[in-house]
């Protein structure tokens, strides 16, 4: 009976240390990806291998990026949200409520407009995890809620930062020269939710619920719950994101948002994360943002047209989403 025991604790172990081998290659895999393309567009333009296009680069890569470690924990769980793009313009909106409209202080403003998102956040977790909806449906009907909440509030004009001091310091400022705060923002919360998703009861219930939601709630953990926190905590990188692109911008614009969803998604997978859930990590959904971006930038510097643009980004996602559905056949 022990001899038993142990090789079956043996091939558990050998099995932990498979899955943790082959969740390295697919971030050395994206890795390697980020170079090639970085590569060429570097042979194929002088203009892009820049310091200041590569600064450039990490600017842009800040709102997907912060969009898609939200995301990253949602997906995790096998579940999607829809929401964040419109959910992101709404929390400019409301950051402009806050600051312009209601002139509440900076240091109370921004935070209320990130649990704002965080607010939005619980409602979809609340949606999914007591009333049953489906993933896609509660947070399609939040996209729609937010598009509108977002035109309602502002009226349908942006909201102009422009007399409130050290706002837009948040996102084109820079506490070390040459590299906006943003970028510094973006990279302190990816040190935090890595370390959370890896090392926290958030995290190890997240990846549980992912794996196997049945056997989690079988083994006495409240799922309904945690799915409720995930989310929640997920809305509030929304809020973060929403405040960091208005501070970028000088203003709240109430129609920014549409198809910040699908590239934070995008992102998610091309990092490695499973749409089936389960595996994930922040440092892939980092990579995966920053060869988004890589692909836009590289793109419009070579002229190409934006719809071409939408074209390759297409394709790009549809074979991060193959090689998902391949490295599931395997499991």
């Known amino acids: ?12 172990q050998e099995a932990g240390w498979t899955a943790a081998i ?48 939200g995301t990253t924990f949602v997906i995790i769980t096998s579940g999607i949200d829809l929401s964040i793009g419109t959910g992101m313009a ?56 937010a598009e509108g909440l ?41 040190i935090i939710a890595g370390v959370l998703l890896t090392k926290s009861v958030l995290g190890r219930y997240t990846y549980s619920i992912g794996s196997n939601e049945e056997a989690t709630a079988l083994s006495g953990i409240d799922v309904r719950k945690w799915k409720i926190a995930v989310y929640a905590f997920a809305g509030l990188f929304t809020g973060l994101a929403g405040v960091l692109i208005s501070a970028r911008l000088g203003s709240a614009q109430p129609a920014t948002g549409m198809g910040y969803e699908l590239q934070a998604i995008a992102a998610v997978v091309i990092g490695g994360t499973s749409l089936s859930g389960g595996k ?22 070579m002229s190409i047209p934006q719809e071409w643009q939408n074209v390759i980004l297409g394709c790009v996602i549809l074979v991060a989403v193959y090689m998902d559905r391949i490295r599931k056949k395997e499991a």
Not at 280 to 301: C, D, F, H, K
Request: contains cysteine.
């Open 1 to 12: 009976m022990t001899a038993v025991k142990t090789t079956a604790g043996q091939r558990r």
């Open 22 to 69: 082959k969740g390295r290659l697919q971030q050395l895999l994206a890795f390697a990806s980020l170079i090639v393309i970085y590569a060429f567009f570097s042979f194929a333009s002088p203009f892009f291998f820049s310091y200041g296009n590569f600064m450039a680069i990490l600017f842009s890569t800040v709102v997907i990026g912060t969009l898609a470690i």
């Open 90 to 145: 709404l929390c400019a909106v409301m950051s402009g409520v806050f600051l312009v409209n209601i002139h509440l202080p900076l240091a109370l403003g921004v935070p209320l407009a990130i649990l704002f998102g965080g607010l939005m956040g619980l409602v979809n977790g609340i949606t999914i995890a007591v009333l049953r909806i489906p993933p896609f449906i509660a947070t399609l009907a939040m996209m729609l809620v």
């Open 150 to 190: 977002a035109l309602v509030l502002s009226h349908s004009t942006p909201i102009y930062f422009n007399d409130v001091a050290g706002y837009t310091d948040l996102s084109i400022g820079t506490l070390i020269p040459n590299v906006p705060n943003a970028v510094l923002i973006l990279l302190v919360v990816a």
């Open 280 to 301: 994930g990590s922040i440092i892939g959904t980092l990579i995966g943002a920053l060869i988004i971006s890589v692909l836009n930038n590289g793109l419009q510097i």
